[in-house]
């Protein structure tokens, strides 16, 4: 499984997963919710969410932009 066919299959089983399992309370988050903070803190959230999925890219057979 590789490419965007792996991606789709990811995303689809991700989505009959969806409403299983009840959401983690805030402070067990790897990655805090910035909503409401300063552009500092959204901006580094950004930046973990990119480390975070860039080392998952690889593993579906992609190459990062």
Do not use: K, N, Q
Not at 19 to 29: E, I, M, Q
Not at 45 to 53: G, M, P, S, Y
């Amino acid at each position: 499984m590789g490419g965007a066919d792996g991606f789709e299959a990811v995303v689809a089983a991700a989505a009959t997963r969806r409403g299983v399992a009840s959401p983690v309370p805030p402070a067990d988050d790897d990655i805090p919710d910035p909503w409401g903070r300063p552009r500092e803190e959204l901006y580094e959230c950004a930046l973990e969410i990119d480390r975070a999925v860039s080392r998952l890219v690889p593993l579906w057979g992609m190459r990062p932009v």
